[in-house]
Nanobody, 122 residues
Framework: QVHLVESGGGVVQPGGGLRLSCTAS????????MAWFRQAPGMEHEYVGA????????DYADSVKGRFAISIDSAKNTGYLQMNGRKREDTAGYYC???????????????WGQGTQVTVAA
């Protein structure tokens, strides 16, 4: 069973930087990617971005492209979400998950962390 633990959230000032971490355990992740989602109060889950386990491919939502950076330390099974140039609309609970491709080309998400709250101060 996949287990994911996020950390690093808190209350931050607009424009500053913050790094979230997500450590995964429970299986071998060679053919997986780590993905980040966020959910603001009253809103749907929003995709933030993802990185493959070797760390050479990333993908970002348009809303965070150029401001956020995802990286991974495969040896530690730990991924990072570096949040720069934060805006108030970045206030949300941030969640990590791991995903793999199905034979149909869809994503199969396997496990979610408990989430870490990021609040961008007024």
């Amino acid at each position: 069973q996949v287990h994911l633990v996020e950390s690093g959230g808190g209350v931050v000032q607009p424009g500053g930087g913050l790094r979230l971490s997500c450590t995964a355990s429970g299986r071998t992740f060679t053919n997986y990617a780590m993905a980040w989602f966020r959910q603001a109060p009253g809103m749907e889950h929003e995709y933030v971005g993802a990185i493959n386990w070797s760390g050479d491919m990333t993908d970002y939502a348009d809303s965070v492209k150029g401001r956020f950076a995802i990286s991974i330390d495969s040896a530690k099974n730990t991924g990072y979400l570096q949040m720069n140039g934060r805006k108030r609309e970045d206030t949300a609970g941030y969640y990590c998950t791991v995903r793999s491709r199905t034979s149909h080309g869809d994503y199969d998400y396997d496990g979610w962390g408990q989430g870490t709250q990021v609040t961008v101060a007024a």
